[in-house]
C-alpha cells in the first residue's frame, strides 16, 4: 500500500516543479550521490510528504556511469557525504561522523574491489 518514507531513489522520485523550485533544487555543492538525500531531508522540512506507491514500477539500470569512471565515483561519493554532513551533520549522531571515518578509510579498497557502489 502506497506509505510515507524519508526516501525514494532520485531516479524513481517525482516530485512538483512548484515544489522543487521553492526548495532551490538540487544543491550543486552535493555531486551526484548526496544530492537527492539533501533534497528529501529539505524536503520533509518543509513539511512535504514523500510517498512510495508500490504499484509503480521503473526500470533504473543503475551504476552504468559509475562503472565507467569507479576511482572517481568513489571519490566523489565520499566527497559527497562529507558535504553532506557538514550541511546537516549537527542533526546526527557521532556515529555518523564515525562511519564516514570508516568509509574514508574503507575508500581504497572500494576502488580495488568487485563494483559495489
Keep these: 500500500r502506497p506509505e510515507k518514507v524519508e526516501q525514494v531513489y532520485a531516479s524513481c522520485w517525482l516530485v512538483r516543479r512548484r515544489d522543487f523550485l521553492e526548495l532551490g533544487g538540487l544543491d550543486t555543492g552535493l555531486p551526484i550521490f548526496f544530492s537527492d538525500v539533501d533534497l528529501a531531508q529539505r524536503f520533509a522540512e518543509r513539511g512535504k510528504l514523500t510517498l512510495y506507491y508500490p504499484e509503480v514500477r521503473v526500470l533504473h539500470l543503475g551504476g552504468a556511469s559509475v562503472r565507467k569512471r569507479r576511482a572517481r565515483s568513489v571519490i566523489e561519493s565520499h566527497r559527497s557525504f562529507y558535504r553532506y554532513l557538514k550541511k546537516h551533520g549537527c542533526r546526527y ?18 576502488v580495488l574491489g568487485p563494483m559495489s557502489l
Design 93 to 110: 549522531s557521532p556515529l555518523l561522523w564515525l562511519g564516514g571515518l570508516l568509509l574514508a578509510v574503507a575508500a581504497p579498497l572500494r
